[in-house]
C-alpha cells in the first residue's frame, strides 16, 4: 500500500536520512523505532510532503506522493498526527475535529465518522465545546488522533502518540490505535517506546541515525538480542 | 455632559475607523506574524479607488456601490503585495520582512504620488450629511453612517470568522500553519483570503477617513495606520476582538484629550500610550500569553 524505496533527505547539508526503503502491507501496523534523532519524524514528514526529499521513491496506491502537495495528500487518505499532537489550541473540540474534515464535502458521511469518533473517544464527546488548549495531555492526544481519523484515512501516521503521557494512558492509546488498525485502518508507527510498539505491530524497521538496521515481524525483534539490549532494556 | 456626550460620538466615529483599519493590521499578525506597515497605505489607495469611483465615471454610481468596488480592488492590491513581497519571505527572519513591508509602505505612497500627484483631491461628500437629531442632539449623517457600517462588517466578519469554514480555516492556520496543511487546508489561499479581507476592511477605513478630514493625499495613511497599529497593539495584537477595542478605545481617548486638554497633545497621549503598553502589558487587553503545552 505505502511503498518507501530508497529514501534520502537532506535538512541543509545534514543527510539525515540515508537511502531507507520500506513497505507497509494494507491492514498491517508497521512500525518505525529507534532513538531521538534517527529519523523518524523525518520520514514521516517527508511521506506527508511537509518535507522535499532529496532522492528515492515514496509511492502509495501506486501513486507517487511527490506529485501531490503537501495539503493535497489528504485526499488520497493518507492522514498523518504530527509529533507533539499539534491540536489547534484556540478552537474547539469539535471545531477540531471539523478541521480534520476539511476537505471532505460529504455532510452525512461527516457526520457518521464523527459519531464514530466519539464513540471511541467518549472524552471528546463530553469536551464538545471545550478549548482544545485546555485539554490534558492525553485528551489532545486522542483528539489529534481523532482529527486525522474525521478524514476518512485509508492509511494513518501516527508520530509518537505515547510521548510525554502517563503509563496508564500510554496503554489507552496503544490499545485504542489497535482498534482503529482492527477497524480496518493502516497504521504506520513511528515510536520511541519499542517495547509497547513491537507488541501491537505486524512488522517493525529499527532505524538509526538514517538508517534502517534492522527489520522484521515484531514478534521476532522483540526477541532480539540487539534490540533487547539496545531499546527494550528500561 | 452635553460636551462629553457630544465627544463620545465624536470619538466613536473615530473610533469606528481606527477599529476598521486595525483589523487588517491584527488579522495579518495572527497569521503570518507581520506587522504589515503597508497597510496605512491600503486604507489610501482604498480612498483614492472611492474618489475615482465616485467622480471620475460620466455617470453616478450610488454610494453602495462605491465602496463596494473600492473595498474589492483593494482587497486586490492586498493579496498582490503578499503575493509579490511577503510570500517569498515566509520562511525568512521576521525582520526581514518587516523591513520589507517598510519597502512596501514607502513604495506605495511614491506610487501614488506618481499617478495622483502630490496636491491633495478634495473628497465632495458622497452621502447627505445634514445633521440628524437624537436625544437633542445633532448628529452628522456621515457620523451615523461611519458607525453603522462600521460595526455591520465587524458583525460580517465576526461571523465569517467564528462560523463559516473558511473562517475557521483561518484560525486554524493562524494557530499552527503544519497542522493545518495536514488537515488539507491550503495556507497560501488562506493567507490571500486574509490580507483581502483585511485590505478590504482597511480601504473602508480609509474612506470614512477621507470623507470625514474631506482630503485624500498619498501619505494620508500613515498617521491613521500607525494609530491603527497601536489601537491593534492595545487591544492584543492577533485578536480580532481585541483590535475593535483598541480601535474604539484610541478613537474616544483622541477625542478626548482635544475636547479637555488640548489638541496639540493628542499624538503625545497616543503614541505615549503604545510605550505605557508595551512597558506594562505588551500582550495587549484581549491577547495571550500563552505557555507551550508538552
Known amino acids: 500500500m505505502l511503498k518507501v524505496d530508497n529514501l534520502h533527505v537532506h535538512y541543509g547539508v545534514i543527510h539525515a536520512i540515508k537511502g531507507v526503503s520500506f513497505e507497509v502491507n494494507e491492514g498491517e501496523i508497521v512500525t518505525l523505532i529507534g532513538s531521538n534523532g534517527a529519523g523518524k519524524t523525518t520520514i514521516l514528514k517527508a511521506i506527508s510532503q511537509l518535507l522535499e526529499k532529496s532522492d528515492g521513491d515514496i509511492t502509495f496506491l501506486d501513486k507517487s506522493l511527490s506529485d501531490y502537495k503537501a495539503h493535497d495528500v489528504v485526499h488520497i487518505g493518507v492522514s498523518h498526527v504530527p509529533e507533539g499532537r499539534h491540536v489547534f489550541p484556540d478552537l474547539t473540540v469539535l471545531e477540531n475535529l471539523e478541521m480534520g474534515a476539511y476537505y471532505r464535502k460529504d455532510k452525512t458521511k461527516i457526520r457518521e465518522d464523527l459519531y464514530k469518533v466519539f464513540y471511541r473517544f467518549p472524552r471528546l464527546k463530553e469536551r464538545v465545546s471545550q478549548i482544545a488548549g485546555t485539554l490534558s495531555g492525553g485528551e489532545q492526544q486522542m483528539l489529534a488522533i481523532g482529527r486525522a481519523l474525521m478524514s476518512h484515512p485509508k492509511i494513518l501516521l501516527l508520530d509518537e502518540p505515547s510521548m510525554g503521557l502517563a503509563p496508564i494512558l500510554v496503554k489507552e492509546i496503544f490499545d485504542i490505535i489497535k482498534e482503529i488498525n482492527a477497524a480496518g485502518t493502516t497504521i504506520l508507527l513511528v515510536e520511541q517506546n519499542a517495547n509497547q510498539a513491537l507488541h501491537i505491530s505486524d512488522k517493525a524497521y529499527v532505524l538509526e541515525t538514517g538508517n534502517i538496521t534492522l527489520s522484521g515481524p515484531s514478534k521476532e525483534l522483540l526477541n532480539d538480542e540487539k534490540v533487547k539490549a539496545a531499546y527494550l532494556s528500561a | ?294
Open chain 2, 1 to 294: 455632559m452635553e460636551l462629553f456626550i457630544r465627544q463620545l460620538i465624536n470619538g466613536l466615529n473615530t473610533g469606528s475607523i481606527y477599529a476598521l483599519v486595525a483589523i487588517g493590521y491584527t488579522m495579518v499578525y495572527g497569521i503570518i506574524k507581520l506587522i504589515n506597515f503597508a497597510h496605512g497605505e491600503i486604507m489610501m489607495f482604498g480612498a483614492y479607488f472611492a474618489f475615482l469611483f465616485a467622480f471620475s465615471l460620466s455617470f453616478q454610481l450610488p454610494f453602495i456601490l462605491v465602496i463596494v468596488l473600492s473595498m474589492f480592488f483593494a482587497a486586490l492590491l492586498g493579496i498582490l503585495i503578499e503575493r509579490v513581497a511577503y510570500k517569498k519571505l515566509r520562511k525568512a527572519p521576521r525582520i526581514s520582512a518587516l523591513i520589507t513591508a517598510i519597502g512596501m509602505s514607502l513604495f506605495l505612497q511614491h506610487l501614488a504620488q506618481l499617478i495622483f500627484g502630490a496636491t491633495p483631491y478634495v473628497m465632495k461628500q458622497l452621502v447627505d450629511t445634514t445633521p440628524v437629531t437624537i436625544f437633542n442632539f445633532d448628529i452628522s449623517r456621515l457620523t451615523l453612517l461611519t458607525i453603522g457600517l462600521s460595526i455591520f462588517f465587524m458583525i460580517l466578519l465576526s461571523l465569517f470568522v467564528y462560523k463559516t469554514k473558511p473562517g475557521k480555516a483561518m484560525r486554524a492556520v493562524s494557530q499552527d500553519k503544519e497542522a493545518a496543511v495536514l488537515m488539507g487546508i491550503n495556507v497560501d489561499n488562506i493567507i490571500s483570503l486574509t490580507f483581502a479581507i483585511g485590505s478590504a476592511l482597511g480601504a473602508l477605513g480609509g474612506i470614512f477617513y477621507a470623507m470625514t478630514y474631506s482630503q485624500i493625499y498619498p501619505t494620508m495613511g500613515v498617521l491613521p495606520g500607525l494609530k491603527a497599529f497601536i489601537a491593534a497593539v492595545f487591544g492584543g495584537i492577533g485578536s480580532i476582538g481585541g483590535a475593535m477595542i483598541g480601535g474604539y478605545l484610541i478613537g474616544i481617548i483622541e477625542t478626548m484629550t482635544k475636547a479637555y486638554i488640548s489638541s496639540k497633545w493628542v499624538d503625545v497621549i497616543v503614541f505615549g500610550l503604545l510605550i505605557v503598553i508595551l512597558l506594562f502589558k505588551p500582550s495587549g487587553i484581549l491577547g495571550k500569553n500563552r505557555k507551550e503545552k508538552v
